[in-house]
């Protein structure tokens, strides 16, 4: 029940196109959905989070879509570039508890 | 700019051997974070201190340890690496104990990778 599953474990997109990663989860008591970037050689870095009382928020080319009855949630990027390429985590918790990441989705974007 | 600061980037000990790694933070948060990074896998959390209140997961081997002599400051202990403690250790603040919505995500540093021989 503190799993989040997350797919595709990697994606390959061409410079322009939307990159599409999916989560789910089954512990309907977590509250707060963030998406962390992560280039080779560095730490993960907070890109966009969500509570569950909004089905979407967008920061730019980047939107979080939220499905509450579903329970998933899934990160778009839009116009994606080279730049992008990058291991992005999805994750959540509950306000009392830690984060659980995702496996991760390793983006590639080719010009 | 305010940051979290792993030393160093790179460390490798032998097996047995003990090793330390530092973190430091100028962010002022309270809570510090050690988490594990295997190759290609999700970051796994190791133990957090809120303060000077030190909470280990329940997963973590006896053989890490850790230290905060000030908030600045925090240190992992691996007593006697193993081969399979070969990874990537990320060391994370926060202003609250909770990660909660918006008002206190975690801030990473870039990581030191731990390499076994």
């Known amino acids: 029940q503190q799993q989040v599953k997350q797919s595709p474990q990697s994606l390959i997109v061409q410079k322009g196109g939307i990159s599409i990663i999916n989560c789910a989860y089954e512990?309907?008591?977590?509250?707060?959905f963030p998406w962390y970037q992560q280039f080779p050689g560095k730490g993960p870095a907070l890109l966009i989070a969500?509570?569950?009382?909004?089905s979407e928020k967008k920061e730019g080319r980047f939107t979080i879509s939220f499905n509450k009855s579903a329970k998933q949630f899934s990160l778009h990027i839009m116009d994606s570039q080279p730049g992008d390429s990058a291991t992005y985590f999805c994750?959540?918790?509950?306000?009392?508890?830690?984060?659980?990441f995702g496996t991760g989705t390793r983006l590639q974007v080719f010009p | 700019d305010a940051m979290v600061i792993q030393n160093p980037r790179y460390q490798v000990t032998q097996f047995g051997k003990p090793v330390t790694l530092s973190c430091s933070q100028t962010?002022?948060?309270?809570?510090m974070y050690w988490y594990q990074q295997k190759s290609s896998q999700a970051p796994k959390l190791l133990f957090h201190?809120?303060?000077?209140?030190?909470?280990n997961e329940a997963d973590t081997p006896d053989n890490f340890q850790s230290r905060r002599p000030n908030t600045s400051f925090c240190f992992l202990d691996i007593r006697s690496p193993g081969l399979g403690d070969a990874a990537m250790y990320l060391c994370?603040?926060?202003?609250?104990?909770?990660?909660?919505?918006?008002?206190?995500?975690?801030?990473f540093g870039n990581g030191t990778r731990l390499t076994v021989t």
């Open positions: 512990n309907t008591a977590f509250d707060y």
């Open positions: 994750a959540a918790s509950m306000v009392t508890d830690k984060l659980i």
């Open positions: 994370a603040t926060s202003r609250a104990r909770l990660p909660g919505p918006a008002n206190s995500p975690l801030h």
């Open positions: 201190y809120y303060d000077k209140d030190f909470n």
């Open positions: 969500i509570r569950p009382d909004v």
């Open positions: 962010l002022n948060h309270n809570v």
